[in-house]
């Protein structure tokens, strides 16, 4: 079955609201006559998430996807916590108005910073890039090593989840700053994006790792230049291809798999729409329709004392 990444013409304005998480409170998932017909929800901050969006045309081509890219917010991985978590509040509110059926949080900053507290908020299943890579990692070796933002390796949600499911596993992990916005500006063959991969990697190699996870959607983009670096006994773990799988199970435990022919798909962005259609040419293979959303206003609400602490 051909996905088409276009989405249709017709498109909503979202209206701004006081609050999100009470969107999903009253009880019903998707307001929808037919709710396994709905959309699944995708975001990122940029085209890192376009990684994960592929992996669902590929294994799961019958669902219907909303993709949204906080553009004008990006890089993710040098914010704050508490700006992490006010962003995928303001996110989820609006994939909930839009009333899709599940959400995939396609940035793993997101997942390791803000996933506990926005499934505590919001009744919609959430489903995270973290532990599903990290499975496929423990599987595949020992010594494991892990590229990521700064803020995602600051948190050390890849080595716990790993050593959740390999104890005796053995975990690196390097924040790599420099690498998402090189990709946002369509860098990847530029020789300094090399120069800075190798100065990245280099701790991970004195290690001797046997595993690298890509603990950014954004990183895949970047496998050819990995590639020059690595050593070919290096096992290459991508993440978006496990929770895609993982999305698979949920949508069957919930009895939501589409069984009509999907949507186009939809895209929206915080920034430049335009730009956004451009640099994904080359992932999609045509230029998909963008639209500029204005996200919903939300009320920020203070982290409780235990999420303070695990900043």
Known sequence: MTHSPLRSSASTSPKSISSGP?????GSLVSAREPHQARIGVFDSGVGGLTVLRELYRQLPQESILY?????RLPYGTRSRAEIVQFVRE????????????VIMACNTSAALALDVVRAEFDLPVIDLILPGAKAAAQEGDRVGVIATPATA??????????EVKPTAEVWQVGCPEFVPLIEHNRIHDPYTLEIAKEYLQPLLEQEIDTLIYGCTHY????????????????LVDPAKHVVAAAA?????????????????RFG??????????????????????ETVQLPTVSPQPLSVEDSAAC
């Open 91 to 102: 996110i989820l509110t609006w994939m909930a108005q839009q009333q899709v059926k599940m």
């Open 154 to 163: 600051a948190s050390n949600a890849y080595r716990q989840a790993v050593q």
């Open 68 to 72: 949204f890219a906080d553009t004008a």
């Open 22 to 26: 009470e969107l999903f409170r009253s």
């Open 220 to 235: 895949p983009h970047l496998a050819p230049v990995l590639r020059k670096i690595l050593p070919r006994s290096v096992k």
């Open 249 to 265: 199970q949920e949508l069957d435990l919930m009895g939501l798999r589409n069984l009509h022919a999907p949507l186009p798909t």
């Open 269 to 290: 962005v915080s920034g430049n729409s335009e730009q956004f259609a451009q640099l994904s040419i080359q992932w999609l293979g045509c230029t998909p329709l963008v």
